[in-house]
Each structure stands twice: as structure tokens, then as C-alpha cells.
């Protein structure tokens, strides 16, 4: 029974002493623990220390710096007070010379005003001269220039009467030479030369004569008129058939060639209806009503052009044969044809062209030529005119000559006396603008100082300001450092107490430590 409670009593004591010692080992890691936050806490707290020393010594030299710029501040603000008081004392002086020249100024004002007083007569009466001789001038000019332009004038007026006398020859030249043609049939076939010359001759009768002498056609009609007629302008025109067996038994028994007569008697014509392209663009008319005739004739006409159209230019020409169907001739203004079924005729004008305008050019150059003749003998009528009136104005150029050499004798003799006075009013203004200019040089300098004085005063107080503000700010920053230092001292201390705890964690851990080896053991 002892023996069984010694041997409870030694399980018992085992099982405490394996408790105490799990107990101690946690103890150790718990230390440890401990400690490794005690080192974290101190690594922070040395970095927050070693930041507010390097703040502290930023703020230092920068206290350094603002004390600095005082000093610099302080020596430019007693500079510029010197500044101040120097343009002060300079503008006193100045200001006490100028009341002195204002006074002499006064005095030599008067002084000219009295000189000019003496000189304004003279000097009206020179500028009275002076426009006197320049009115002379510019009016002997004017009569100069009314000499010259009544000159050409009249030069001009004797070249027109020369070249309208020149031209109506030439129109009458022409008109000649053209009567000549048109007298002796020249653009007309041998056939009816011979036609014409032999009914002049009586040898034939009823003969009224070629289709272009029977027609009357307007200029811008004439080359459009003439391709439609083509040929048939030396048809001959007679006043039956009989007539025309006439005529041709005489071509054939002289061997003089042929022709195509037209008789009144069977000669019949009609005029197309046109009025399905009158409305077109480039419509101009049907062929036989853009020219006249006496009514005698109208059926020739209409049978030669009643069935043609004339247009614009080839283009429209073309437009309305298509409208038509080409059923009908169209000629353009200029002489190009769209022939009916179609095809095209054109190119240069014909060898025979002007032959149905001949005689309308005819009265019209002679109509020109008798105008311009009449022009020429009323321009000649005006050139006499002009010549009167060239004389008269040499007449009145001689009269402004001779007052303006009047005029330049008195200039000469006002100019004379006018020197002397001029030369004493340009003494005294000499002197008056030597003492202006002292005056003005002495407002430049006043005003040099004025800008002194005030820069120094702005700048002076510019400064005060700066050196106030670098004050306070000093005291800012001293303020700064001195909190920046307390709570250096108040880190550096808790820097302390954490290394102090530190100490004490790692000796209660030493002893943890042995008593866990001493428990083992």
C-alpha cells in the first residue's frame, strides 16, 4: 500500500513538471513576440527622429537665408531713402531757377510780340504780292493753256475736215468702182451679159433683168439669201415665155451659152408653214419674207425662196431640219445649208457672193460718201471758228503777261524792306528760344527728379513691406523649429524607454529560457 502511493505520488509529480514546462515555453514565445514588436517600434521611432532633425536643420538654413536677405533689404531701403532725399533737394533748386526764367521769358515775348507788330505790315503786304503774282501765273498759264488746247483745237478740227473730206473720196471711189462692176454685169455668167447687153441694145424685149436686180435684200440677210439662191441669182427674169424662146435662140445662134429664164406668166411660188419652228431657238424666218420686191415679182421670189428657211447658225440650222424631218432647205446667216433629205453644204463664201447686196452697197456707200462730205464742209465751217478763237486768246495771254511782270516789281521792292525787319524779329526769337529751351531742359530734369523721387518713395515702401514680411515669416519659422525640436526631445526619450523595454523583455526571456532547461533536466 506505501509502495502504490510512492508510485502515485511519482506519476503525479511527472505530470506537473511536463505542464510547468509547456507553460514556461509559451512564456518564451510570448517574450519573443514581445520583443520583435519592441524592435519594429524602435526602427519607426528612429525614422520619425532622424525626419525631424533633417526639418530642423532645413528650417535653420532657411532662417539663415531670410536673415540674409534683412540685411540686404535693410542696406537697399537706407540707399533708396538717400535716393529720395538727393532728388528732393535737386528739385527745390530747379524750381527756384524756373520762376526766374519764366520771368525773362516774359520779357522777351514782349519784345517780339512788338517786333512782330512792326513786321505783320510789311509781311500783308508781301503775301498780298505773293498771291497777286501767283493768281498772275496761274492765269497767264490758263491763257497759255487755252492757247495751246484752242490750237489743237483748231488742229484738230482741220485733220477731222481733212480726214471726213479724204474718206467721202474714198466712199465715192468705191461706190465708182462698184457701179463699174455692177454696169458691166462682172460676177455674171457670158450668157447673161449677152441676155442684158442685146435688150439694152433693143434686140430683145421683156427682159426685166437678173433675180439679184429685182430683189431688195437687208445686209445681214444678204450671204444667207445668196446660198439659197445659189445659181438662180443669174436666172433672168422676163416678162413671158415668148421672151424667153427669144432670148434663148439668140444665146444659141451667137454661141454665147446658156441661162435659165423665169417667165411672169408661169412662174408660180408658194411659202412654207413654218409655224411649227418659228418658236425655235435660232429661228429666223423663211427666205422670201426677209427681203422685197415689187409685187410684180412676188411669185418669183416665193418660188425661189418660199421653200427655204434661214437660221441663226448651223447648229440651230440643223435643230430645225430635224424638227422638220428635212423635208425643207435651211441656211444659216453665215452661208452653211442643211439641204432637204438631209445632207450638209458649206465651207468658204462663193466666187459669185455680193452680188444680191451689190446695189443696196451701192446707194448706201453713196449716201455715206455725200454725209461725210457735208461733215467735212461744217467741220471747215468750225475750223474758222477756231482759229478767231486762238487770235483772241493770244490777245488776252499778252494783257496777264503784262500784269504779272507789274506784280513781280513790287515783290522785289516789299522783299527789301520785309529783310530788315525779318532779321531783327529773328534775333530776338534766337534769344526767346534759347531761354524755351533752358525752361524745357528744366521741366525734363524737374520731371527726371519727380520719377526719381517717386521710384524711391514706391520702392522704399516696397521694401518696408519685404523686410516686415521676411520678419514675420522669420518668426514663423523659428516658431517652427522650436516645435520641431521639443518633439525631437520628446522622440529621442520614448527611443529611450523602447530600448529599456527591450532590455527587460530579452532578460525575462533568458530566464524563461533556463527554467525550461532546468525543468528538463
Request: glycine share 4%.
Amino acid at each position: 500500500r506505501r509502495l502504490n502511493g510512492e508510485i502515485e505520488s511519482a506519476a503525479l509529480t511527472g505530470q506537473t513538471l511536463e505542464a510547468d514546462i509547456q507553460e514556461k515555453e509559451q512564456a518564451v514565445k510570448a517574450k519573443e513576440a514581445e520583443a520583435a514588436q519592441n524592435h519594429a517600434d524602435f526602427v519607426a521611432f528612429t525614422a520619425q527622429l532622424e525626419e525631424l532633425r533633417a526639418g530642423t536643420d532645413s528650417t535653420t538654413r532657411e532662417i539663415d537665408a531670410v536673415s540674409a536677405e534683412l540685411v540686404a533689404l535693410n542696406a537697399a531701403l537706407s540707399e533708396m531713402r538717400v535716393q529720395q532725399s538727393s532728388a528732393e533737394s535737386s528739385m527745390q533748386e530747379i524750381r527756384a531757377r524756373a520762376e526766374t526764367v519764366d520771368a525773362v521769358i516774359t520779357e522777351s515775348e514782349e519784345r517780339l510780340a512788338a517786333l512782330h507788330t512792326e513786321c505783320e505790315e510789311l509781311d500783308a503786304m508781301l503775301h498780298d504780292t505773293a498771291e497777286y503774282i501767283q493768281n498772275a501765273e496761274n492765269t497767264v498759264q490758263g491763257h497759255e493753256m487755252r492757247v495751246q488746247q484752242r490750237r489743237k483745237r483748231a488742229e484738230a478740227v482741220k485733220a477731222e475736215a481733212d480726214r471726213q473730206m479724204l474718206d467721202a473720196k474714198e466712199k465715192e471711189r468705191r461706190a465708182g468702182l462698184l457701179e463699174d462692176l455692177e454696169r458691166n454685169l462682172e460676177g455674171f455668167t457670158q450668157s447673161v451679159k449677152t441676155v442684158m447687153r442685146e435688150s439694152t441694145r433693143g434686140n430683145l424685149r421683156g427682159i426685166h433683168g437678173p433675180v439679184t436686180r429685182l430683189l431688195k435684200v437687208p445686209r445681214e440677210y444678204a450671204v444667207a439669201l445668196e446660198t439659197a439662191l445659189g445659181a438662180a441669182m443669174q436666172n433672168v427674169v422676163v416678162d413671158s415665155e415668148d421672151a424667153a424662146k427669144a432670148a434663148i435662140r439668140l444665146l444659141k445662134q451667137r454661141d454665147s451659152g446658156r441661162a435659165t429664164f423665169l417667165p411672169l406668166t408661169t412662174v408660180r411660188g408658194t411659202i412654207i408653214d413654218a409655224r411649227d419652228v418659228q418658236n425655235m431657238p435660232g429661228f429666223v424666218g423663211v427666205a422670201s419674207t426677209l427681203c422685197h420686191c415689187d409685187e410684180q415679182y412676188a411669185g418669183i421670189r416665193d418660188s425661189l425662196l418660199g421653200r427655204t428657211i434661214v437660221a441663226e447658225d448651223l447648229d440651230r440650222a440643223a435643230e430645225i431640219a430635224r424638227r422638220i424631218r428635212f423635208r425643207y432647205r435651211v441656211v444659216s446667216l453665215d452661208g452653211q445649208i442643211v439641204n432637204a433629205g438631209g445632207s450638209f453644204t458649206g465651207g468658204s463664201a462663193a466666187r459669185n457672193s455680193g452680188l444680191l447686196s451689190r446695189s443696196a452697197e451701192i446707194a448706201r456707200i453713196r449716201a455715206d460718201a455725200q454725209m461725210l462730205a457735208q461733215a467735212a464742209n461744217e467741220t471747215l465751217e468750225r475750223h474758222k471758228a477756231t482759229q478767231q478763237e486762238v487770235l483772241q486768246a493770244m490777245a488776252e495771254l499778252e494783257n496777264a503777261e503784262a500784269v504779272l511782270a507789274q506784280h513781280r516789281e513790287d515783290e522785289i521792292r516789299f522783299k527789301t524792306e520785309a529783310a530788315r525787319a525779318a532779321r531783327d524779329v529773328e534775333t530776338e526769337t534766337a534769344n526767346l528760344a534759347s531761354l524755351r529751351d533752358e525752361k524745357e531742359s528744366a521741366a525734363k530734369r524737374l520731371s527726371g527728379f519727380v520719377q526719381t523721387a517717386d521710384s524711391a518713395q514706391q520702392k522704399t515702401e516696397e521694401t518696408e513691406d519685404k523686410i516686415q514680411a521676411a520678419r514675420s515669416k522669420m518668426e514663423s519659422m523659428v516658431g517652427d523649429r522650436e516645435d520641431a525640436m521639443h518633439r525631437c526631445d520628446e522622440t529621442l526619450q520614448h527611443l529611450q524607454e523602447i530600448r529599456f523595454a527591450g532590455l527587460a523583455i530579452e532578460k525575462d526571456k533568458e530566464s524563461l529560457e533556463n527554467a525550461v532547461q532546468t525543468l528538463k533536466a
